[in-house]
């Protein structure tokens, strides 16, 4: 099939020089953010902005369909849509250059866009999609002329004077070298335009390559690894909860009572994680209070520090899903804190901000209450990991983690609820969002090989700053059978718990419910994530044979 057209010029090598504008674009864009801070590179910027206008309903089956990979599912979507965009833009630019450039002019606009309206966002935010943009235009000028129509072939038999006379129908005569001669008339030879444009198409994707992977170096300049692995931990003044023995009950399959930070959930609105210097690093906390309190890391570290376990849940987590985790945290009580900045009458909402403009809204009763609300700078004995929100962050034990465990905190609000959303509350989810009583089945998964005979069942239940009182697990629609459960230091983590049962053989369903210490049991009630946290009895079906 050829790829001209009627008019000898190439479509598909337009949609070629597109998609190599599109990458060289990318690699300097890169290059550039990795200069300036890597929050404006272009994809980025489009890809949190995306985030931010993402209906809950969508973010929820990103969360569920992707599951962790629902950033790369993103930036994915967004490069799939670029990469069409391109080719379209290229091939439209061999029609008309100007046709072209209006499609650039498109991408930057929406490029700028993205990038100005991050919540970090500075005028050097702009500089990777300008560079970008430029070096797309610089692609498209170059490599659109060489997908025009090769020059006509030379004149033949020369049957006129060239001196004296012009050449036949005005034609300019072409140098008469040997490689000037018109597609197909010598087969398996590449004209020489074809040989200009993928030397130029090359040399681009070079320059794209370069350009990206100087950027990753770049950024890495600014990554504040080596800031965190330095940071030496000062004791804990209270150790409030020793781990007694016997927290796990040693069941293959079933999560272990401490979360490894390297395995623990992370959900958060970032595609590059923010990277906060700590001697740069300061807390505000003012509005509704007597006096205003700057913190630096410092001053943190310096201060009572306590330890804790708790559990941290993710108001997305679906009835037996894997979005909750359990740590040993360090940190300061918020607390004290708020007391020391004197919090005034009807000041209901903590409004905590983080440098990436993540917002949560914490109820002041609840970290006023006496719960171990913590500002938190170490999770199970290291210094916060950057995805957890080094160098520190809010864990507040009871309520999900978008209306109390703000990362990367550097500003908190003391506000009230009238009027004021944070991030997820101006997307529809409820201001207040209590965890709910759950519980999960580990083992058995409906992939297990079971034969007839004693069977384990265990899991984990939680109902953070209540307590798990009771757990119990039903075969079909028999009666529950009390499971026993593991030991816990205190009521703020989650309880693993375990049940043998005498299998016979058959096809059977597996249900769970915790009641915890308020006497409330879980309900049956099957409610999604939106607006306020899923509900239901996790169940799972195994074939015993
Ligand atoms: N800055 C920031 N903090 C955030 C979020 C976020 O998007 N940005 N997400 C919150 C949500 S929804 C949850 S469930 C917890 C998850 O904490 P983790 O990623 O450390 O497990 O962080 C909270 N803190
Ligand atoms: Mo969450």
Redesign the pocket.
């Known amino acids: 099939m050829s790829m001209s057209g009627r008019d000898g010029r190439r479509p598909g090598l337009g949609a070629v020089a597109g998609l190599l504008a599109a990458g060289t674009a990318l690699g300097v864009g890169q290059f550039v953010a990795g200069l300036t801070g890597a929050s404006g590179s272009p994809v980025v910027a489009v890809g949190e902005l995306q985030i931010d206008f993402t209906p809950p309903w969508l973010k929820n089956f990103a969360i569920s369909t992707f599951g962790a990979n629902d950033k790369l599912a993103l930036i994915s979507g967004i490069l799939v849509v670029l990469a069409v965009f391109a080719a379209l833009i290229g091939v439209a630019a061999v029609r008309r250059m100007a046709y072209g450039m209006a499609g650039l002019a498109v991408f930057a606009v929406v490029g700028l866009t993205a990038a100005t309206t991050r919540p970090d966002a500075t005028v050097a935010s702009l500089l990777p999609t300008l560079a970008a943009t430029a070096a797309a235009v610089a692609v498209l000028l170059a490599l659109i002329p060489l997908t025009g129509p090769p020059p006509r072939p030379a004149p033949r038999p020369v049957s006129y004077d060239p001196v004296t006379e012009p050449g036949p129908a005005g034609e300019l005569p072409g140098p008469a070298t040997g490689e000037d001669i018109a597609p197909g008339t010598e087969p398996g030879r590449i004209e020489p335009r074809r040989r200009s444009f993928l030397a130029a198409s090359a040399a681009t994707a070079g320059v794209a390559a370069a350009g990206g992977l100087a950027g990753r170096v770049l950024a890495e300049r600014t990554s504040v690894t080596k800031a965190q692995q330095a940071v030496r931990l000062p004791r804990p003044s209270v150790t409030t909860q020793a781990l007694p023995p016997g927290t796990d009950l040693d069941i293959p399959g079933l999560a272990p009572f401490v979360t490894p930070n390297a395995s623990?959930?992370?959900?958060?609105?970032?595609l590059v994680l923010p990277q906060v210097d700590p001697t740069k690093w300061q807390l505000r906390i003012h509005g509704m209070v007597e006096k205003e309190i700057t913190l630096t890391f410092e001053d943190l570290l310096k201060r009572p520090l306590i330890e804790d376990y708790i559990t941290?849940c993710?108001?997305s987590d679906p009835v037996g899903g894997p979005?909750i985790?359990n740590a040993k945290w360090l940190g300061a009580s918020l607390r004290d804190l708020l007391r020391e900045a004197g919090v005034r009458a009807g000041a209901d909402q903590l409004m905590c901000t983080?440098v990436?403009g993540?917002t949560?809204g914490t109820p002041t009763e609840i970290v006023m209450d006496g719960r171990d609300a913590l500002l938190a700078v170490a999770m199970n004995g290291t210094a916060l990991p950057v995805a957890?929100?080094f160098p520190a962050r809010m864990v507040t034990p009871g309520l999900?983690?978008?209306v109390s465990?703000?990362?990367?905190v550097t500003d908190i609000n003391v506000t009230t609820f009238a009027g004021n959303y944070a991030y997820w509350a101006q997307r529809g989810w409820s201001q207040q969002a209590p965890i709910k009583t759950e519980c999960r089945i580990d083992v058995p998964t409906g992939l297990a090989d079971l034969k007839p005979g004693k069977i384990t069942v265990a899991g984990v239940a939680w109902a953070q700053h209540k307590g798990v009182e009771a757990v119990e697990v039903r075969v079909g629609n028999g009666a529950w059978h009390e499971a026993r459960l593991a030991a816990v230091p205190g009521i703020d983590t989650w309880r693993q718990w375990s049940w043998d049962w005498n299998a016979p053989s058959g096809g059977h369903v597996l249900q769970a419910r915790a009641t915890d210490k308020t006497g409330y049991t879980q309900t049956a009630t099957l409610a999604p994530p939106e607006p306020n946290g899923a509900s239901g009895y996790p169940q799972v079906s195994v074939p015993v044979r």
Do not use: Q
């Not at 623990?264 to 970032?270: A, I, K, P, Q, S």
């Not at 465990?405 to 990367?408: D, F, H, R």
């Open positions: 623990f959930y992370r959900v958060d609105t970032t941290l993710c108001v979005y985790g983080s990436d993540f949560s957890h929100g999900y983690g978008y465990a703000t990362k990367w």
